[in-house]
């Protein structure tokens, strides 16, 4: 089984949809869950970054974490043809320290999204 | 605003050549990692450095790769002898006081 799946899409919607993206893991100890945004041949851009199980909210996006069932999802409200990117999960341990050192992210594949005008 | 930068944004070069790439922190950082990214495929880690040490480094950092911090300011990704499936995008990514990972814009790597 892969450490964090992600499914590739492509995924389409029209403009206003609500659009779910999700990653499943097996790693028991992640702890730290990022979603990232990224545009065709350049890097990650961190959109949301939570901690262990829970909730959280930043405008029109919404990240889900679900330790027991090892499920991460975010949530875009009310998307734009501009949200139009692929979507990374990714996922780290422990903190190494309390320098601001953080363990490797591993990343699922990455879903492209397409919102239509 | 970024928080790191990297150069050469695209960089071309003949099977077996060295190349150097370059990340630039525009803020004081503490960790810098490099990935890689063939196209298509995952975002892989390579390796983890704090304080002129690497921290951690994955299976793929094998001994044609070596970080070095040269200046105290730019950190850098040295490949020793490239071999074609080292075309990718390479990204440098920072954390602070934060534990986030900020990367940086990359540098596609081909190699021909």
């Known amino acids: 089984q892969k450490e964090v799946e992600q499914d590739p899409g492509p995924l389409s919607v029209p403009e206003g949809a609500i659009v779910s993206l999700n990653c499943t893991y097996s790693?028991?100890?992640?702890?730290?869950f990022m979603w990232y945004r990224q545009y065709s041949r350049k890097g990650p851009e961190l959109l949301m970054y939570?901690?262990?199980?829970g909730n959280k909210e930043d405008g029109r996006f919404t990240a889900q974490v679900d330790k027991s069932s090892k499920y991460i999802s975010l949530f875009i409200r009310d998307s734009q043809p501009s949200d139009s990117a692929t979507y990374l999960c990714?996922?780290?341990?422990?903190?190494?320290?309390?320098?601001?050192?953080?363990?490797?992210?591993?990343f699922g594949k990455g879903t492209k999204l397409t919102v239509n005008p | 605003e970024p928080e790191v930068t990297q150069t050469p944004s695209h960089q071309v070069t003949q099977m077996g050549q060295e190349v150097i790439l370059r990340c630039v922190p525009i803020?004081?950082?503490?960790?810098f990692y490099w990935y890689r990214q063939i196209l298509g495929q995952k975002v892989e880690f390579l390796v983890s450095?704090?304080?002129?040490?690497?921290?951690?480094k994955s299976e793929i950092f094998d001994d044609q790769f070596s970080v070095e911090r040269p200046d105290g300011s730019n950190f850098t990704l040295k490949i020793r002898s490239t071999k074609l499936e080292d075309s990718a995008m390479y990204f440098c990514?920072?954390?602070?006081?934060?534990?986030?990972?900020?990367f940086g814009p990359g540098t596609r790597l081909t190699v021909t």
């Open positions: 990714a996922m780290s341990g422990d903190l190494i320290d309390s320098q601001g050192g953080s363990e490797k992210l591993v």
């Open positions: 790693n028991s100890a992640f702890q730290y």
């Open positions: 939570t901690y262990s199980s």
């Open positions: 803020s004081n950082h503490l960790y």
């Open positions: 450095f704090y304080n002129n040490e690497i921290s951690e």
């Open positions: 990514a920072v954390t602070g006081y934060s534990y986030e990972q900020y």
